[in-house]
């Protein structure tokens, strides 16, 4: 996602069948079908794969990636054998081993051409690079059962066997719109740049949606609008003038954000499902696990289990402590997660990561997205704990989601939470903090414990205020690590931590400092803990949030 201080921080599905193409399901069957034992999806997902025709991204041309993953969405919405497009200096090749030794998927090397030939797929969708006819042949890849090919390569399908199904070098995204609206899904959209030829095209393609781009326009106002409540735009909108341009927008007509422009491969990973995962670090904390009902049974030395099967009591906290949680920002940023986030030595790929509890935001859209993504992080975590990414479900401003939209969002994000073990949401807002009735819509909810208050510019405005709705906190963040603005650079952060409250029965005894990912690592974190007076310690957000509703009730 997009710098964030600038200030700014980044109907029925009807589908026709495939000339040639065999045994392809709708994704509308993916959609909220049976997750295991019942659970329903929250998004579109493919089927699951038993074999993947693993291709270097690097080793195709521009064209051919659009053929691929177009190739790849349809594949992946009949399971069995699709293809993956690897980049293995980021996490793509972490998320290929999972499939493999975690889920059982069988690999091999091959080459594009072949892998068009076993598909069946016979037909194809002709386009045009530099035009808005790649998002229009992406969108009628998936309306059609037909690959996109780039004028380059026509011949070369006429000589694989393939036949042109429609022309569309002419047109662009208003065009499919007004034409094809009616035969596309109307809760998920995907906006995406016409120069990036590969990523997200395979989940447009498999979840039968519309992909589209024209900056902040009245086309693109048109199009957010025509989504139901609490529908999601996955992709990433034009920025430069603000991501609030376009967020705004969306939030107004209660319609949520996934940044997603830059990610792979989500036909293929959606096709792993679970039913539910737990964070490995919850499991041994014991300021999250309840005290025992009274018993006259003999205590056990044994390990203590997390939830309600352990028997350590949860401990009083240290009247002469102040406590304080690090949490990264941008944890909503799908492609990020996917990308070089798990290697990258500045973020959860530094070797110094379990030095110290630390928080990372996550979506819970990967439960359903990508759960062997999240799976893997959850199995990495022994000491670093999990929250929700701002505004919950997906990125958007709640003051400004209509009222109905919001609750649908709210309750949906519940589900999310319980499924992926998350308790507690970031929110980011404008001048929203004292909105209590905007927070009552999540507080009711038994599965999230809390919120963690960032205001839009700039994050730590409030200075660790607390507001209180449904019994539960609303925390705002005390202060950050920000590279260039005042205040935010870590001998000030040291500073003002060491000087802080030590009365954990009070909600000055408690700060959350967020660390901008873009400008600060775990490195500029760990030099400020380490220069932290023995008084002031360091907890997860989700102990944090749960101890500061305990102990410093209003």
Excluded: C
Excluded at 216 to 223: H, L, P, T
Excluded at 495 to 507: G, K
């Amino acid at each position: 996602m997009s710098d964030r201080f600038n200030l700014s921080r980044r109907r029925l599905l009807g589908l026709t069948a495939g000339v040639g193409l065999t045994a392809v399901a709708s994704p509308s069957l993916a959609f909220g079908s049976g997750v295991g034992a019942g659970v329903a999806s929250a998004y579109p997902k493919g089927q699951r794969p038993r074999m993947l025709n693993v291709l270097t991204e690097d080793s195709l041309s521009s064209a051919e990636r659009t053929l691929a993953t177009t190739l790849q969405g349809l594949m992946a919405r009949r399971g069995g054998e699709s293809l993956y497009l690897n980049l293995p200096t980021l996490g793509y090749q972490h998320w290929l081993d999972g499939l493999v030794t975690q889920y059982g998927v069988r690999t091999r090397t091959e080459d594009l051409w072949k892998t068009v030939g076993r598909s069946g797929i016979r037909g194809y969708v002709l386009f045009r690079t530099g035009t808005p006819s790649v998002n229009v042949a992406t969108t009628l890849a998936g309306v059609t059962g037909a690959v996109a090919i780039e004028e380059s390569l026509e011949a070369l399908a006429i000589q694989q066997g393939l036949h042109k199904v429609l022309d569309v070098r002419d047109k662009d995204d208003r065009w499919v719109f007004e034409t094809y609206w009616p035969r596309l899904r109307h809760d998920v959209v995907v906006e995406q740049r016409a120069d990036f030829p590969e990523r997200l095209r395979d989940y447009v393609t498999m979840a039968g949606t519309l992909a589209f781009f024209d900056g902040n326009s009245d086309f693109r106002a048109e199009v957010v609008n025509a989504l139901t409540d609490d529908g999601t735009v996955i992709g990433w909108g034009d920025a430069s003038n603000g991501e609030d341009a376009f967020i705004g927008v969306n939030s107004s007509t209660g319609v949520k954000a996934l940044p997603a422009d830059h990610a792979r491969n989500l036909s293929v990973l959606s096709g792993i499902q679970e039913d539910s995962l737990k964070q490995q670090g919850r499991a041994f904390d014991p300021a999250l696990r309840p005290a025992p009902a009274p018993s006259t049974a003999q205590p056990t030395n044994g390990p203590q289990s997390g939830g309600g099967g352990g028997r350590a009591l949860e401990p009083a906290p240290d009247p002469n402590a102040h406590y304080v949680s690090f949490l990264i920002t941008d944890g909503d940023n799908i492609q990020w997660a996917l990308g070089d986030f798990p290697t990258d030595p500045r973020w959860f790929g530094s070797p110094r990561r379990g030095e110290v509890d630390l928080g990372w935001g996550i979506s819970p859209s990967l439960i359903d997205l990508a759960p062997s993504v999240m799976r893997w992080f959850y199995e990495q975590s022994e000491k670093d704990r999990w929250v929700v990414g701002p505004s919950g479900g997906g990125y958007m401003y709640p003051s400004r989601y209509p009222t109905a939209a919001l609750d649908k969002h709210t309750a949906s994000l519940a589900k999310a939470m319980g499924r992926a073990d998350l308790s507690v949401a970031q929110i980011i807002d404008f001048d929203a903090f004292d909105n209590t009735r905007l927070w009552s819509s999540y507080l009711k909810r038994r599965e999230i414990d809390g919120l963690i208050y960032l205001e839009y510019s700039r994050y730590d405005g409030l200075k660790g205020r607390v507001v209180w709705s449904e019994g539960k906190p609303v925390i705002s963040a005390r202060t950050m690590l920000w590279d260039g603005l005042d205040g935010a650079d870590e001998a000030s952060v040291t500073a003002e931590l060491n000087a802080a409250t030590r009365n954990p029965h009070s909600t000055a005894g408690y700060s959350i400092v967020v660390w901008h990912a873009w400008s600060k690592s775990v490195d500029n974190v760990l030099s400020v803990v380490n220069n932290l007076a023995p008084h002031v310690k360091v907890i997860p957000p989700d102990t944090l949030v749960r101890m500061v509703g305990k102990y410093a009730k209003p």
